[in-house]
């Protein structure tokens, strides 16, 4: 089955952007549930307003099996409470597919975790290749102070699962100690 045509798309360096992708926005209001301060989202949307999180410039392709997906994801620069910026975080819906991710501008950490508990940090920064590998799940986070992206590729027919990080969440956060990034346990696990 031809289900796609050949083409290009241009991936802006600087910005991470991808020209005439499809756009999706994360803003704080998508975010409930997934920091560990509650209240400080709340104060944030309430005193700031509903801050631009991330943004996912995805190539519009069929979800299917035998295609490659794939995106560019925007993290904007914050934290809420002293938890960085990060993507929601999912398990592929089939477990066994993987992924890869490729820094382009900025700093941050990609946080992966088998739903047994094993959690990994690795640090990320431009033209860093990082592998996602099957039944891992994974969740990008900015540690810097400037706007972290990388793109990303995994096979058509993986899914997204947020169900469970959204319920229980990871078992480690990034959070800012004197400036720094450190991980400490998720006090709600
Ligand atoms: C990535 C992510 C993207 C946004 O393309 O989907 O960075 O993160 P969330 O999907 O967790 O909101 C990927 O891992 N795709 O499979
Ligand atoms: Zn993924």
Redesign the pocket.
């Known amino acids: 089955m031809f289900n796609a045509k050949p083409f290009g798309l241009q991936i802006n360096f600087n910005s991470g952007m991808i020209n005439g992708a499809k756009l999706s926005q ?1 803003r704080l209001s998508d975010m409930r549930g997934l920091y560990a301060d509650s209240a400080a989202l709340e104060q944030i949307i309430s005193t700031e307003g509903d801050r631009l999180v ?1 943004e ?1 410039f995805a190539a519009d392709l069929p979800e299917t099996e035998g295609n490659i997906l794939y ?1 560019t ?1 925007v993290i904007q620069p914050g934290q809420v409470g002293n938890e960085y910026h990060m ?4 398990y ?1 819906a089939r477990r066994d597919r993987a ?1 890869i991710y490729v820094g382009i501008a900025g700093n941050g950490q990609l946080l992966l975790q088998l739903e047994a508990g094993t959690l990994r940090a690795v640090p990320m920064g431009p033209g860093t290749a990082a592998y ?1 590998p099957p039944y891992w799940g ?3 986070v900015n540690t810097g102070a400037v706007p972290f992206s990388f793109f ?1 590729a ?1 096979p058509g027919d ?1 899914g ?1 699962d ?1 169900g469970a990080i959204a319920e229980v969440g990871f078992g480690k956060l990034l959070v800012a100690h004197d400036g720094q990034p450190v991980l400490i346990d998720n006090p709600r696990r």
């Open positions: 994360r991330y996912v995106c994801t993507t929601k975080g999912h592929h992924e996602v994974h969740r990008t990303a995994w993986a997204h947020y």
